[in-house]
Nanobody
Framework: QVHLAESGGGSVQFGNSLRLSCAASGQTFRSSRMGWFRQAPGKEREFVAGIGWEGGKTSYQDSVKGRFFIFRDDAGKTVSLQMNNLRPEDTAVYFC?????????????????WGQGTQVTVSS
C-alpha cells in the first residue's frame, strides 16, 4: 500500500550534478519527516539528508553539506535531493525515506518506509 519510488540516479563524472526525486503513493507524509539515505558497497546504510514536516528544518551529513540540498512539497508527496559537485565517494545506492511517525525532530531515530533505491555512480 505505501510505496516510495526513487528516480534520477545515473552515472556521472566527478564534479557533475544530479537530482534525485521520490514520489510517495498509498500515503502522503504531510506531517512526517522525509529524507535520503545511501549505502555504498561494503558499508552500512547511512543518513544523507533530512527535512522536517514543516519543510524548513533540514539536516545534512557533514560530507555533503554545501553540496547537497533537500526539498519537499507541503503535502508530503515528494522529496528531492539536489546533488552538486559530486565526488567518487558519493557513489552508492540512494534510498528515499519517509518516517512512519509524525512530528519527529532530526535527532530522533528513523522508523521509516523505504524506497527500493536508485544507483548513483561518480567516476574519476
Amino acid at each position: 500500500q505505501v510505496h516510495l519510488a526513487e528516480s534520477g540516479g545515473g552515472s556521472v563524472q566527478f564534479g557533475n550534478s544530479l537530482r534525485l526525486s521520490c514520489a510517495a503513493s498509498g500515503q502522503t507524509f504531510r506531517s512526517s519527516r522525509m529524507g535520503w539515505f545511501r549505502q555504498a558497497p561494503g558499508k552500512e546504510r547511512e543518513f544523507v539528508a533530512g527535512i522536517g514536516w514543516e519543510g524548513g528544518k533540514t539536516s545534512y551529513q557533514d560530507s555533503v553539506k554545501g553540496r547537497f540540498f533537500i526539498f519537499r512539497d507541503d503535502a508530503g508527496k515528494t522529496v528531492s535531493l539536489q546533488m552538486n559537485n559530486l565526488r567518487p565517494e558519493d557513489t552508492a545506492v540512494y534510498f528515499c525515506a519517509a518516517d512512519r511517525m509524525p512530528f519527529q525532530d532530526m535527532a530522533s531515530p528513523w522508523d521509516a518506509y523505504w524506497g527500493q533505491g536508485t544507483q548513483v555512480t561518480v567516476s574519476s
